[in-house]
């Protein structure tokens, strides 16, 4: 009897016992504790960062690698393509199997991938490795949701909303400190060892969460609906292979447009299969509920915001002063204007958490949304110093910190607890939907609104002006959408 009790037997591990009890309990709060929740959470964060840093540690590079690898930009795009495209439809189903087999090995395998994926990367040259080693890499991409749902179920409630802060945070902490980190690299070092970074991060998380992090309750039933998976798994390839290339191919391309319809009709028939099952993949009935919809919507626009800030701080700075609005800095000096910004979000976790506390997730994603604005629309007047453009990206920064620990209090007032993980999981996908959609607008708008210096073709003010005007509506817009749901699931 004491195998299913939850009480070490000699000679026993405590988080072995408490990783036994029964799946059959349906928690009314936490009902499995970790024996040491600081811990806890700090390996589990540090999973959803190394998840983070693989996603924005390479950007700098890519300018670098045609040349480094002999191969054409086309080719190099893959690099950043195939994470993002694995990691969108790893996202799903790595949530819903940690509802069904376990949170914490679901979080595991996540990053066993991630380690596996960076350690083909760091010992690669060649471009298909590469690729290889960063699609694995994409497979780690369910960690944030995964970490959050672990920390829900397995750390003390008074705690959980400082926890579910800083994990869901490190979303945006390691887009932040990714580029400081790797523009510093990459003027230094050889660009492998960012990947051995990566590997280490990834190994070191994996070692702390198996032995600290306890199992949570299981509480879902049913299987996986493999059917479903394969269908979204072709939705998302149709929806964000046209995002990710359409700098490459164009708009007008039949590929971009016609993959873009082909995305829309595959996700109307995977709604329509998904209402119709016992136990779907994504349970639609919950997806459509006012307050996880608006909280989804919301993500959509904050993640589009945030990497925003990410994509337009680097270039704009490096941009020639004779530009007007450039300043001439290098890859290095680029990054580390957003390094205040990593650290703002990083310190602010237990204050989000806080807030959440004492006045709700609804009301701290209202602020957090607001401060994302005001950030934005700082970065379209005060240009004169390099001074306002990092102290406009920190306020960015800071708004989003508190946005993304919103997201997950309201996602998990809002579902049973057998969907925390799938909810989760979503979320954070429709997060990363956004940072597809800022790529690809970024993208456009920089092309097309340029102006000539000499032979080069430089993006214009205008064009970053209309990039953050944008994201400054869509903050605008989240703000409104937090508003409208429901104050009962504050």
């Known amino acids: 009897m004491a195998e299913n009790s939850g009480i070490a037997t000699p000679g026993q591990p405590r988080w072995i016992a408490l990783s036994q009890l029964s799946s059959r309990t349906r928690p009314t709060s936490s009902s499995t504790t970790s024996p040491a929740p600081r811990f806890a959470v700090t390996f589990i964060a540090l999973g959803a ?70 350690l083909i990367t760091a010992l690669s040259s060649t471009i298909g490795w590469l690729i290889i080693g960063r699609g694995l890499q994409g497979l780690a991409g369910g960690t944030v949701p995964l970490g959050i749902s672990l920390v829900t179920a397995t750390v003390p409630r008074h705690r959980q909303a400082s926890g579910i802060a800083l994990v869901s945070g490190m979303l945006g902490v390691g887009g932040a400190l990714g580029l400081p980190m790797a523009g510093v690299i990459t003027q230094y ?59 490459v191919w164009g708009w007008s391309d039949p590929r971009t447009w016609g993959l873009l319809i082909v995305a829309v009709i595959l996700a109307a028939l995977f709604g329509r299969s998904q209402w119709r099952k016992a136990n779907p993949l994504v349970d639609v009935r919950t997806l459509v509920r006012r307050p996880v919809l608006l909280t989804d919507l919301a993500s959509i626009l904050i993640g589009f915001s945030m990497f925003g800030s990410i994509l337009g701080t680097s270039s704009y700075v490096q941009a020639p002063a004779a530009t007007g609005y450039g300043f001439g800095s290098s890859v290095a000096v680029a990054g580390l204007t957003l390094l205040p910004s990593g650290l703002a979000m990083l310190v602010l976790a237990p204050v989000a958490g806080r807030m959440i506390d004492r006045w709700g997730a609804r009301v701290t994603l209202i602020v957090g949304a607001l401060v994302v604005a005001a950030g934005w629309l700082m970065r379209i007047w005060l240009i004169s110093g390099l001074a306002w453009i990092v102290i406009g990206t920190t306020v960015v920064g800071i708004g989003v910190a508190l946005c993304f620990a919103a997201f997950p209090a309201l996602i998990n007032a809002s579902v049973p607890p057998e969907q925390n993980a799938s909810a989760n999981g979503l979320n954070a996908l429709f997060r990363d939907l956004g940072i597809s959609l800022v790529s690809a607008l970024c993208g456009s708008i920089l092309a097309t609104l340029t102006i000539s210096l000499g032979a080069a073709v430089i993006p214009s003010l205008a064009a970053y002006r209309w990039i953050f005007g944008i994201c400054a509506i869509g903050a605008l817009l989240a703000a409104a959408m937090a508003n409208v749901i429901p104050k009962k699931n504050k």
């Open 49 to 118: 960062l190394v998840s983070a840093l693989a996603q924005s540690l390479f950007v700098p590079v890519l300018p670098l690698l045609p040349g480094i690898l002999g191969t054409s930009a086309t080719n190099v795009q893959w690099l950043v393509t195939s994470t993002v495209l694995v990691g969108a439809i790893a996202v799903p189903i790595a949530g819903r199997l940690g509802d069904l087999r376990g949170k914490r090995l679901m979080l595991l395998i996540s990053l066993a991938a991630m380690a596996i994926g960076s």
């Open 189 to 247: 070092a050889d660009y492998h060892v960012l990947f051995w970074i990566t590997f280490a991060a990834a190994v070191l998380a994996f070692a702390g969460i198996l032995l600290r992090v306890p199992e949570a309750p299981i509480n879902a039933k049913g299987r996986l609906d493999v059917p479903g998976a394969s269908l979204l798994a072709l939705t998302l390839l149709a929806l964000l292979l046209p995002l990710s290339e359409a700098g």
